[in-house]
């Protein structure tokens, strides 16, 4: 096992982001939330059920480019057979971005009915978006709106303030910040977060952080390790060990031979995100009992 790192993440303007939340779900009709598909759950806000109230939900796994498809899929079911309407896109082509409008109107058909038999037929669908930091958020937003008109970035927390974004004639979205919550209950959701970059790195001790992460894929990618970075993985070595291997091998070495451990271990997270390892997921649902 990895060392355990403490990470405690909830600046300001999250309390801001909350309350935004807050105040403006009872304008919508349905509740949106993008998670990344390589972590379904530790990507999943457990403050969101309170903060949606009794509102239709939608869940948006994204990136499903960069996760494990045979895991994707079993995330898909896992979903369904709980009774929640799931949509399987990736941001970056736009892939299953389309579906979303159609999506919408299937989970709200019974109050679209209702509208229309009290003759508000082609009222606006209100859909509220939400998800954590750096979840492509803002990139699905400009997908499904066709032009730019939500600040993307690779870094955490950049949507700041509330905006609607009007898609076609009777679909309006919601945008709201990125979102954490106070306390993490369990230190494994908030490595989850860090390796995908939803915690900013500088408040991180990078080098145990990707350690952990070499040590998680040794059980679960090791030929993943193995490809990148053309070294052997067997079984004595600890994630240390394998950052100073691929380290080794990618010659950084500062003065006296020593090898250059923070830079691996930047480049080990860069690769990660990047999808550059291969595709990969850290979380698998739980089994079924």
């Known amino acids: 096992m990895g ?29 949106c939330e993008i998670i990344d598909a390589r972590i379904p759950v530790s990507s ?11 509102k239709p939900r939608l869940i948006i796994i994204n ?17 369904r057979k709980r009774g929640i309407f799931t949509l399987e896109v990736e941001c970056k082509t736009g892939s299953g971005v389309s579906g979303f409008p159609a999506a919408v109107r ?8 209702a509208y229309a038999a009290k003759g508000l037929k082609g009222r606006s669908v209100r859909a509220m978006v939400v998800g954590i930091p750096n979840v492509g958020k803002s990139s699905f937003i400009n997908r499904v709106a066709r032009r730019k008109v939500a600040a993307a970035s690779d870094k955490p927390g950049v949507t700041r303030g509330k905006q609607w974004i009007k898609i076609g004639a009777d679909l309006e979205l919601l945008d709201t910040p990125g979102i954490l919550w106070p306390k993490f209950d369990s230190q494994l959701v908030a490595e989850n ?20 992460l070499m040590s998680k894929l040794k059980e679960t990618y090791p030929q993943s390790i193995e490809n ?22 990618r010659g950084f070495l500062i003065s006296g031979g020593e090898v250059d451990l923070e830079r691996m271990a930047n480049i080990l997270l860069d690769e990660f995100r990047g999808g550059l390892l291969g595709r ?5 649902p739980p089994e079924e009992v």
Do not use: C
């Not at 990136?63 to 979903?79: C, G, H, K, N, S």
């Not at 939803?198 to 991180?204: T, V």
């Open 3 to 31: 060392e355990e790192i403490r990470i405690h993440w909830f600046p300001g303007h999250m309390t801001k982001a909350r309350r935004m939340i807050t105040e403006n779900v009872r304008l919508v009709d349905i509740v």
């Open 44 to 54: 999943r806000n457990p403050d969101l059920d309170e903060l949606a109230g009794t």
């Open 63 to 79: 990136r499903i480019d960069q996760a494990d498809p045979a895991v994707t899929r079993l995330w898909a079911e896992y979903f």
């Open 106 to 113: 299937e989970i709200l058909k019974d109050k679209l009915e």
């Open 193 to 212: 977060l860090a390796f995908t970059g939803a915690i900013k790195d500088d408040i991180l001790d990078v080098e145990t952080l990707a350690s952990n």
């Open 228 to 249: 990148r970075y053309k070294i052997s993985v067997s079984e004595d070595d600890g994630g240390f060990g394998l950052l100073e291997k691929a380290a080794r091998k």
């Open 280 to 284: 990969i997921s850290l979380e698998k």
